[in-house]
């Protein structure tokens, strides 16, 4: 080989594809997968634990509101229930299932 041909297969060996290890771009994706996991579980817990908070600091004041509106709301709630659970049995489609098969 000439000197041209090292030169030329140096330069090439340069732009060439980096290796690629299957094994350890799965285990990457997979902790990835896990902290991003742990972190909306951290969130999720957080918010539940200030909104649980929140409640607990306002329920005096909330329990009373909800004992005098439930006997009025008690038969629209039963009413608005009765009917989604028509239309999921007619229709075969309920709203509360995502990404299930039916």
């Given at each position: 080989m000439t000197s041209a041909d090292d030169?030329?297969?140096?330069l090439f060996a340069h732009h060439e594809p980096p290796a690629r290890d299957p094994a350890f771009a799965?285990?990457?994706?997979?902790?990835?997968?896990?902290?991003?996991?742990?972190?909306?579980?951290?969130?999720?817990a957080g918010i539940s634990s200030v909104g649980g908070a929140a409640l607990w600091g306002l329920w005096p004041v909330v329990q009373p509101v909800l004992t005098a509106l439930s006997g009025q709301l008690a038969p629209t709630a039963?009413?608005?229930?009765?009917?989604?659970?028509a239309v999921a049995i007619l229709t075969g489609q309920f709203p509360w299932r995502t990404g299930e098969a039916a």
């Amino acid at each position: 080989m000439t000197s041209a041909d090292d030169h030329l297969k140096t330069l090439f060996a340069h732009h060439e594809p980096p290796a690629r290890d299957p094994a350890f771009a799965t285990a990457v994706m997979e902790r990835m997968a896990r902290r991003r996991c742990l972190q909306d579980l951290g969130l999720l817990a957080g918010i539940s634990s200030v909104g649980g908070a929140a409640l607990w600091g306002l329920w005096p004041v909330v329990q009373p509101v909800l004992t005098a509106l439930s006997g009025q709301l008690a038969p629209t709630a039963v009413a608005l229930t009765v009917a989604l659970s028509a239309v999921a049995i007619l229709t075969g489609q309920f709203p509360w299932r995502t990404g299930e098969a039916a």
